[in-house]
């Protein structure tokens, strides 16, 4: 399982081909939250090199050659599908599932809000 944000993706992805390859059962959840936030809550949230370029995951795994039959792929965009796309993954244990999670761009837990405020003093 692997938990991970778009921005953070966008440098690693390459590494998909590999679980697609050798058929690795995984399930990815990708939180698409429109860049950098962690950068944003620290460095202010409209810093231009916090932008990355939108990318249409639903094609990723196709991208690295996953069969239509070895990959699912869920897009939440509330609780109730987000419910829906884990209880899939569930039901779908030997395959690669792709679950891209979207939530808001400035949509921060208070931890990470707390540790900013305390860096910017």
């Not at 639903?58 to 039959?69: C, K, N, S, Y």
Request: aromatic share 6%.
């Amino acid at each position: 399982m692997l938990l991970i944000g778009d921005g953070s993706a966008q440098l690693t992805i390459q590494e998909m081909g590999v679980i697609i390859r050798e058929k690795l059962p995984a399930v990815i959840v990708l939180v698409n939250n429109d860049g950098y936030t962690v950068e944003r809550a620290i460095h202010g949230p409209d810093e231009v090199y916090n932008d990355i370029a939108p990318w249409r995951w639903e094609l990723v795994p196709q991208l690295f050659g996953a069969a239509e039959e070895d990959h699912l792929f869920r897009r939440a965009t509330t609780e109730a599908e987000l419910l829906q796309a884990c209880q899939d993954a569930m039901e779908n244990r030997d395959k690669l599932v792709f679950i891209e999670a979207v939530t808001h761009r400035d949509d921060i837990p208070q931890l990470l809000e707390d540790v900013a405020n305390a860096l910017k003093r």
